[in-house]
């Protein structure tokens, strides 16, 4: 008889148990996932923190909380990890009545993009593991990872000459709005600069003297429009870290950059335009338009799209960065050459790509050989 009591009442707690987890497992439960921080540069470390919180008295001896990542994150710890196109990770963990755990999993991204995480699934089993309920919570974690910046002696030489060439255009263009002095006059001066009043005063040529212009830039094109239907996918990242290292000096010197690429984003849609700036926050906007480019998208035609942008801007110094080579693309440039445009191409190349130059551009080219 006490053994039939004693079933009966098992099998009342069985019924109890299961009744009462399936019901209450996740009032006041709360998962949080969030990260250190929300911008990176490719190859850096950073920590994923991971935060469950169980407020009720119902205890919860076996939790799994389960997430998807991009499979570029590198985490030290893979036993719980399944890796094919992205990255899932599965944790069990136990939580106590009125217990918080906190888990913080350091981890590398190994390629530059726009990574988010908006969902981390649940599976809580009862006592007896019998059964076992899931529930998906929301999550926010967006990451941008910025290109890695190029720090080589080759991307010294290549910016030194740059610089030099940027500078001397810039204070060759001066300001008709921004006066700045009269002095006398030299064998170079427009006769348009002559100052006659103040030359008829002293008895020699005097010339008004002007600022530099405020407006000049240095305009960054980037071209991913494929020559072949093989893809470059090394010399394409290559590319737009030539674009975020070029940036990055150039706005430390002080000097306005925009920059335009005919690369679609990740939403399909035609990347947005960065006009000119300086500082910080427009090294940002640059960063994060470039973290958006998908390079598994075919470009817009860079002739087609581009084309108004490289004939314009008296006041730019144009650099184009492309592993593009055909006529199209090379008959635009001879169109820039014809029109005096002050540009620079620079073309990345592999051990499976070779250089193609017309002759009367070969000295406004820079072959940019990935290390």
Not at 207 to 230: D, H, P, W
Not at 236 to 255: D, H, M, N, P
Request: charged fraction near 25%; include cysteine.
């Amino acid at each position: 008889m006490e053994l039939v009591a004693a079933a009966i009442a098992a099998y009342l707690i069985y019924i109890l148990q299961k009744y009462l987890y399936r019901k209450y497992w996740d009032k006041n439960l709360s998962v949080e996932l969030h990260l250190s921080k929300d911008t990176i540069v490719v190859g850096e470390e950073l920590t994923l923190i991971e935060s469950i919180t169980n407020r009720k008295l119902l205890p919860l001896p076996l939790l799994k909380v389960k997430f998807k990542t991009s499979r570029y994150f590198t985490f030290p710890d893979l036993e719980n990890a399944n890796i094919t196109d992205n990255y899932y990770r599965s944790d069990i963990l136990s939580l106590m009545m009125y217990q918080r755990l906190t888990r913080q999993l350091p981890f590398q991204v190994k390629h530059r993009g726009y990574f988010f995480v908006d969902r981390a699934d649940v599976i809580c089993s009862n006592l007896f593991i019998s059964s076992e309920m899931v529930k998906a919570w929301s999550q926010d974690i967006v990451l941008y990872v910025y290109p890695k910046l190029l720090d080589v002696p080759d991307l010294d030489a290549l910016f030194k000459n740059l610089l030099g060439m940027v500078l001397t255009k810039r204070f060759t263009n001066e300001d008709p709005f921004e006066f700045r002095s009269i002095r006398e006059y030299q064998p170079y001066d427009a006769l348009k600069s002559i100052n006659w009043k103040a030359s008829s005063k002293t008895g020699a040529l005097q010339v008004n003297a002007y600022n530099y212009t405020s407006s000049f830039q240095v305009k960054i094109l980037l071209n991913l429009e494929q020559e072949t239907t093989l893809r470059q996918e090394d010399l394409e990242e290559e590319s737009i870290s030539l674009v975020a290292s070029l940036s990055s000096r150039f706005l430390a010197q002080g000097i306005p950059v925009s920059f335009h690429t005919n690369c679609l984003n990740i939403r399909g849609e035609a990347s947005e335009t960065i006009k000119p700036g300086s500082g910080i926050h427009h090294m940002d906007a640059i960063n994060k338009t470039l973290c958006l480019l998908d390079t598994n998208k075919k470009s817009f035609p860079f002739v087609d799209y581009m084309e108004n942008e490289c004939l314009s801007g008296s006041n730019n110094y144009t650099i184009i960065i492309s592993t593009y080579q055909k006529d199209d693309y090379q008959s635009l440039l001879c169109q820039m050459l014809a029109s005096k445009i002050d540009f620079l191409w620079i073309l990345p190349i592999n051990n499976d790509v070779t250089a193609v130059i017309r002759e009367e551009l070969k000295a406004k080219t820079t072959i940019w050989s990935k290390n």
